[in-house]
């Protein structure tokens, strides 16, 4: 499976590698991102991201997706626990992954303060095309560059380590929307996502230290607007030592939310419950029980990164686990059946010199559209996406691929009394 990425490793562009049945993410799984190709180690100079698409029903990766490592597009990772999130657009159509727009080898560490490194965010859509969408010299190199998020419509929002909040349209300069959070030992953002339309952050320190849990938004703003700390994880019962919120999820209705904390389970540490009003404001979640990995914690570690399903009555989590070896970790999962929970599952082992961070569903396709126009005496058709153009003479088939699979626009004169056109996506 990466075999073949060593081969381009550092030279070429992303790449798609079918790795089983799938030719492209399919909705329902998991996207689990690997950083490391499982032959070159992890470094801080940065490393190769890989966005494997894992089978829940199969228990193995169907399709795999390879970052540039090196040109115009180029997007690495550094060797930072906290870094490598992966979060889905608010429209579920793009993957949303933050890193370092250089290429590798780099020759010094990427992710420290004042690295002339560009920092970027690139999005990946279902069929796995990689776009860089956004690359900023001047923001966040105060530190590690956390992770970002993005409405689907072009606007992103970033975070990184002593640099607050910022806002990066395309073609945008970064417009500062949080000023708390960017000095030094302040702040630490952490993870971002989108709750019911508002931008939230994990955080260690917001809006100063002493201050843990997970900071809040009005809405998803593009000038400067302070945030409020609505999930608080300071004092957990029997905790002990420093908090340190990562990975976190809530449902739609703000009535559930899960915040992992990557201390020990020792010190208290593992996946939060909140309850909440529905309001999603600071005063309306309500602490309800901690989950611990019944599992061999001295291998398989605490939790980093969560993805979870609230569809049904008892919601299905998924974690990365963040042991204490920089690489090798694994993927496992749990259903929530209430404050006794600590059956969690193991699906997935990384790489022992590569490590998976983030995890989330894969996107959705965005829906085709198709139009028909004259162009003299020809027909032209144009459509979006990867599908392959189909035609038949009757609207009920039978049927076929257009010869030669051409790319939109495809221009033809017209054949028959009628003929009949449709994109077939696999």
């Known amino acids: 499976m990466v075999q073949d990425g060593v081969e381009w490793f550092g030279r070429i562009a992303s790449k798609t590698i079918n790795v089983g049945v799938s030719n492209r993410f399919t909705p329902g799984d998991l996207v689990v991102l690997q950083v490391g190709d499982g032959f070159h180690a992890l470094a801080t100079a940065g490393s190769a991201i890989f966005l494997n698409n894992f089978s829940l029903s199969s228990l193995n ?39 370092y727009h250089t290429d590798l080898p780099y020759t010094t560490t990427v992710e420290a303060a004042g690295s002339p490194v560009p920092r970027a965010v690139g999005t990946v859509d279902a069929a796995g095309n990689f776009t860089l969408n956004v690359t900023t010299t001047t923001a966040f190199n105060g530190g590690t560059f956390r992770g970002a998020v993005s409405d689907g419509l072009g606007n992103f929002w970033a975070g990184a380590q002593n640099s607050g909040i910022q806002y990066l349209g395309n073609n945008f300069s970064p417009v500062q929307i949080s000023t708390l959070g960017t000095g030094s030992g302040t702040g630490a953002i952490r993870d971002l996502i989108m709750a019911n339309g508002n931008i939230c952050f994990s955080t260690s320190q917001f809006p100063s230290p002493g201050n843990h849990g997970v900071a809040a938004f009005v809405g998803a703003p593009t000038t400067p607007q302070e945030p409020t700390l609505v999930i608080n994880t300071t004092s957990i019962p029997g905790s002990s030592g420093t908090p340190s919120a990562k990975g976190f999820a809530i449902n739609s209705n703000l009535t559930i939310a899960y915040v992992a904390d990557v201390r020990s389970f020792a010190q208290g540490g593992g996946i939060y419950r909140f309850n909440g009003t529905g ?8 602490y309800a029980y901690t989950l611990v ?101 009757a609207v009920t088939g039978t049927w076929t691929d257009v010869s030669g699979a051409p790319a939109s626009p495809y221009t033809n004169a017209p054949v028959g009394s009628a003929r009949f056109y449709r994109v077939h996506v696999q």
Do not use: C, H
Not at 71 to 91: E, P
Not at 279 to 286: M, V, Y
Not at 356 to 373: C, D, E, M, Q
């Open 61 to 99: 990766t169907t399709f795999q997706v390879s970052l540039p490592t090196a040109g115009a597009d180029a997007l690495i990772q550094g060797n930072n626990q906290f870094t490598g999130m992966i979060g889905l657009s608010r429209d579920q159509r793009l993957l949303v992954i933050s890193g």
């Open 279 to 286: 309001t999603g404001t600071a005063g309306s979640w309500t």
């Open 293 to 393: 990995n019944d599992l061999n914690s001295s291998s398989t570690g605490v939790f980093q990164e969560l993805a979870v399903d609230f569809s049904g009555p008892n919601p299905k989590i998924y974690a990365t686990t963040a042991n204490a070896a920089t690489a090798g970790n694994f993927l496992v999962a749990a259903t929530d059946t209430g404050p006794s929970t600590t059956s969690f599952s193991l699906l997935a082992t990384a790489p022992a010199i590569a490590a998976f961070r983030g995890v989330t569903f894969a996107p959705i396709p965005a829906p085709v559209v198709l139009s028909i126009k004259r162009a003299g005496t020809n027909v032209v058709v144009s459509w979006n996406g990867s599908g392959t153009l189909q035609s038949a003479s």
